[in-house]
């Protein structure tokens, strides 16, 4: 199985940036669909973007635009590169690790792997 730590998150004024990394250990990381969800305060958990193996990309609507999803397999690592960043982004981000392609993954979003979260705070 595959166990996934994020770092990274803190407190940035609105307009300001992140990077946000993800570490995996584990077999295959290569196989996997890698995915960033995030759940404000008091909100349901929501996606943010996807890559696939091959390095394609998916955004949902808020990211697009702002945040930059990427991959690097020799290290076993995922990023969440955000910029632009609004109050409305401030939530626990957190990395997953599916096993379906990435049209199936963004479909379903039922990831087999998670993290445990990073806080993002934004302030105005």
């Known amino acids: 199985q595959v166990r996934l730590v994020e770092s990274g998150g803190g407190l940035v004024q609105a307009g300001g940036s992140l990077r946000l990394s993800c570490e995996a250990s584990?077999?295959?990381?290569?196989?996997?669909?890698m995915e960033w969800f995030r759940q404000p305060p008091g909100k349901e958990r929501e996606f943010v973007a996807a890559?696939?193996?091959?390095?394609?990309?998916y955004y949902s609507t808020s990211a697009r635009g702002r945040f930059t999803i990427s991959r690097d397999n020799a290290k076993n690592l995922v990023y969440l590169q955000m910029n632009n960043l609004e109050p409305d982004d401030t939530a626990i981000y957190s990395c997953?690790?599916?096993?379906?392609?990435?049209?199936?993954?963004?479909?379903?979003?039922?990831?087999?792997?998670w993290g445990q979260g990073t806080q993002v705070t934004v302030s105005s």
């Open positions: 584990g077999r295959s990381f290569k196989d996997y669909t």
């Open positions: 997953a690790a599916d096993e379906a392609d990435l049209a199936m993954a963004v479909a379903m979003e039922e990831p087999d792997f």
């Open positions: 890559v696939s193996q091959s390095e394609s990309t």
